[in-house]
Each structure stands twice: as C-alpha cells, then as structure tokens.
C-alpha cells in the first residue's frame, strides 16, 4: 500500500509529465527518501528518466538502465550540451507561493521542448556520446556553483 505521499506525488507526475507516459514510459520507480525527498523512475526500453526532489528543488535526470547512477545527467546540462553552451538554464527564483507547481510547470515544458532532442542521446549511440555529456554537465555545474553558491560556501565544501 502506498503512502498518501507517494499518491501524491504519483498525481504530480501524471498531471505534469503525462505526456512520457502517452509516449510509453511506464513508471518503474517511486521513492519516498528522508527529509521530504523523493524520485519517481520512468522507463522506455533502455532509457530511464529520473524526476526527483532534493532539499525542496525538483529536477529530472537521463540515463540509460544499465549505466552507472554517476552517469545520470540533468536537463539542464542537457540543453546545455544541446546548444554548445549558449544555452544557461538558471535556477527558479524562490517564492513560498506555488513554488512546487511552478518548478513542475517549468521543468515540463521544458522536457517537452528538448524532448525530441534529447532521449536520441540515451538510445543505442549512448556510450558514443557519454564522455562530452559528462564534460558538458559539469561545465554546467561548474557555471551554477559560480552563478548560485557563494564563494565562501564553496571553500566551506571542499
């Protein structure tokens, strides 16, 4: 039996992400983590497409079903790799009111967006192009950690 949080989180994909499932994805995956955190796994043939929630930020992850977790990949490095760094996806700006609807309602559309573009890169040709999504991804995250962490944090980190 699922909890009434796994229920709605379930409610949150299907309103949101409907349009992976009207193209096959079927949900492999629903998990309630500590801390209010949780990822909902959907998969079609060998692609997997991770929807999750991490210290109240919801994002979506590619990868592929047999590839290492270190190898999943952001949308938002996605489409950064997809225009040759010419394309920065920041963060939301934090607001207390609708802030999970608004960051469902971003991030849906901008699957839908990139989708096409995308899932060709978690197909048959994956490991042909895994090392520059890689590279591409933490050139992203380096650019974020720049842009979003202060530098005094950072040197905290590390």
């Known amino acids: 039996m699922r909890s009434k949080k796994a229920d709605q989180i379930l409610r949150d994909i299907e309103q949101y992400f409907h349009f992976l499932i009207e193209r096959?994805?079927?949900i492999q995956e629903v998990k309630e983590l500590p801390m209010e955190n949780w990822l909902v796994a959907l998969s079609l043939?060998?692609?997997?497409?991770v929807i999750y929630a991490e210290q109240a930020e919801i994002g979506v992850l590619f990868s592929t079903l047999d590839s290492n977790l270190d190898y999943r990949v952001g949308l938002e490095g996605m489409i950064y790799y997809l225009s040759n760094g010419k394309t920065f996806v920041g963060k939301l700006e934090k607001s207390?009111?609708?802030a999970r609807k608004r960051a469902f309602e971003r991030l849906s559309s901008l699957l839908k967006e990139y989708f096409d573009q995308i899932t060709p890169y978690f197909g048959a040709d994956y490991e042909r192009y895994k090392?520059?999504?890689?590279l591409a991804q933490q050139k992203y995250l380096d650019i974020f950690l720049?842009?979003?962490?202060?530098k005094q944090k950072r040197r905290d980190w590390e």
Do not use: L, S, T
């Open 131 to 134: 090392h520059e999504i890689m």
């Open 96 to 98: 207390f009111f609708n």
């Open 24 to 26: 096959g994805y079927k």
């Open 146 to 150: 720049d842009k979003y962490i202060p």
């Open 45 to 49: 043939d060998n692609r997997v497409i």
